[in-house]
């Protein structure tokens, strides 16, 4: 009933940006909180950033002062900025969010995620 789709994603060289997209679409009440994942090659998923409704944000460790989590509620989207990129960013990225929606039975709340998309950092 939801769909989450990413864009954004390529190789850059260290030192790059890129700017990831998630559009939702579907019978979508709402959305509560958003988020950016990523997973590299051997490593357990890991939360990047997160952003409420209301446009708190919260950030890893790792990305603090690099990345940037944005929303536009108008087109339920979420972005992810990706500045002073390093070699250690690579890893798909994924989309998350906290949506409520109608099923065809009834409104449902549930997490949904997007598809992933890779970003490669490399010279």
């Known amino acids: 009933q939801v769909q989450l789709v990413e864009s954004g994603g390529g190789l850059v060289q260290p030192g790059g940006s890129l700017r990831l997209s998630c559009a939702a679409s579907?019978?979508?009440?709402?959305?509560?909180?958003m988020g950016w994942y990523r997973q590299a090659p051997g490593k357990q998923r890991e939360l990047v950033a997160i952003?409420?409704?209301?446009?708190?944000?919260n950030y890893a460790d790792s990305v603090k002062g690099r990345f940037t989590i944005s929303r536009d509620n108008s087109k339920n989207t979420v972005y992810l900025q990706l500045n002073s990129l390093k070699p250690e960013d690579t890893a798909v990225y994924y989309c998350?969010?906290?949506?409520?929606?109608?099923?065809?039975?009834?409104?449902?709340?549930?997490?949904?995620w997007g598809q992933g998309t890779q970003v490669t950092v490399s010279s």
């Open positions: 998350n969010a906290d949506v409520t929606f109608y099923s065809g039975s009834g409104y449902r709340r549930e997490p949904c």
């Open positions: 579907g019978n979508i009440f709402n959305i509560y909180t």
């Open positions: 952003i409420t409704n209301e446009g708190n944000t």
